[in-house]
């Protein structure tokens, strides 16, 4: 099942970006939030602390994940990227090393189908700048580059 927030990618917007996010909150709030139709936002993947990764739209549709924001000159970062969710309170936890590691492969699967496709944070497209921090404190260290945060 997926979730209700997306729609079918147009034919002009190919994956460019993978925009990581924090949750703000636990796995399976954030996994109801994104499948509520009147939340109005989603993702392609969420990855919990334990290493899960769930799937909740098909990459042929766009999710809302990034709300206003620019990358690259582009103004439509949902129809150009991959957005991931990642189970996290900012300031409040650490980062494990089995979600790290399931993001870095999930990251590597992405990239085996759509070529060294660049990893950003929220925070970094996000618009007006400083709108949004997350994923704060995240291990960009153990992502292969391209990276741009």
Request: charged share 20%; aromatic share 8%.
């Amino acid at each position: 099942m997926w979730t209700p927030n997306r729609r079918a990618r147009p034919a002009w917007a190919k994956i460019r970006v993978i925009v990581l996010h924090s949750t703000g909150g636990a796995f399976a709030g954030a996994v109801a939030w994104l499948m509520n139709k009147s939340s109005q936002v989603s993702a392609h993947y969420v990855v919990s602390r334990a290493g899960q990764v769930k799937k909740l739209a098909p990459l042929s549709d766009v999710t809302w994940h990034a709300g206003k924001a620019e990358w690259r000159g582009e103004t439509r970062v949902n129809d150009i990227s991959v957005g991931i969710e990642m189970e996290h309170i900012d300031g409040r936890q650490d980062w494990p090393a089995k979600q790290v590691a399931a993001v870095v492969a999930l990251i590597g699967a992405l990239r085996a189908v759509y070529g060294p496709l660049p990893v950003t944070s929220h925070a970094y497209v996000a618009r007006p700048r400083g709108r949004k921090q997350d994923p704060l404190g995240f291990q960009w260290a153990k992502v292969p580059p391209p990276t741009e945060v």
